[in-house]
């Protein structure tokens, strides 16, 4: 089982329906940057798996 590290505390602010749908895409094991709604906008957020972590962060705001 891999540990789930969110780099920013910009995910603590995040709504739990925006959460929701980035956690399934963490969960399917897609890993790269993707496009996840943060609020009333779209942000990049990275995934990258380092051993047994996988890294979570904000790449850029839309």
Do not use: C, W
């Not at 590290?5 to 940057?33: E, N, T």
């Not at 496009?35 to 979570?56: G, H, R, S, Y």
């Amino acid at each position: 089982m891999a540990t789930v590290v969110f780099v920013d505390d910009d995910f603590r602010r995040m709504p739990r329906a925006d959460m929701a749908k980035l956690q399934r895409i963490i969960a399917s094991g897609k890993y790269g940057v993707h496009k996840v709604p943060f609020k009333d906008k779209m942000i990049n957020v990275e995934i990258k798996k380092q051993d047994d972590k996988i890294t979570v962060k904000i790449s850029r705001v839309i």
